[in-house]
């Protein structure tokens, strides 16, 4: 653990250098640093010029606890695990999470090697209860699988979330097929079409079984909120919550004008 952190002030020192790296993690402008920390990256040429640089999502209540969720580019989500009495204070403890988790992607065992995608493809298969031999093929999900991963060889993991993200929400719709036609292109954006697309498949589910999307809503924001208080990345949960939520509006919407 000490070898770690140590690793992780170096880091924080070539980043941040004029950052008192020992306390870091306790500072009060940590949203101001996180800002920083992702500018430098920005100004680095580590990211695209476009790109959002960190993003606040406070979810409305009227009182506490609040949370607030901070998506960073590349797609990575994160949120307060902790209890917060004022929206500041979730805001803050969410932005220490995200710089935390930012820090460490800065280490070389973050970064996707071979070796990781050997694991990876591996634990897939055991997982899916599939074989390793079908990474070779990219009709499988696992062949997918294993050619995202090939084709974002040397990037950090929060570099790969966004995709990552988008093949999970594939796999969980049924609809991987759309990915293996396109060939896993980093063009797949998390965008308003994407979910719109996601939400209308919901609502053909539902015609075919009632209330499936309602009760995969109630899956989604348990499993949202178990990954938040577990301290963990939050995006695949958080946009599960953000389509299904679309379907039932959409479908609530139909069923009034059909009235």
Known sequence: MDRVLESVKQIVFRVLPHTDADSVFKDLNVVGMLHEFWEQKQAGGSLCGTESLVVYESVPSPSPPFVCYVTLPGGSCFGNFQDCLSKADSRRAAARVALMNSVFNELPSRRITQEFISHSVQEAASTASGCVGDAMDPGTSIGVYCYMLQSNLGKTMLEFQELMTVFQLLHWNGSLKIFRERKCSRQ????????????????????????????????????????????????????????????????????????
């Open 188 to 259: 797949h954006r998390l965008e308003e079409c994407f979910r719109s697309h996601m939400a209308l498949d919901w609502i053909s589910k539902e015609q075919e079984t009632p209330g499936i999307i309602s009760w995969e809503l109630q899956v989604a924001l348990r499993e949202l909120e178990e990954a938040r208080r577990a301290g963990r990345e939050l995006r695949f949960y958080k946009e599960k919550r953000e389509i299904l939520s679309l379907a039932l509006s959409q479908r609530h919407s139909e069923g009034a004008s059909a009235e």
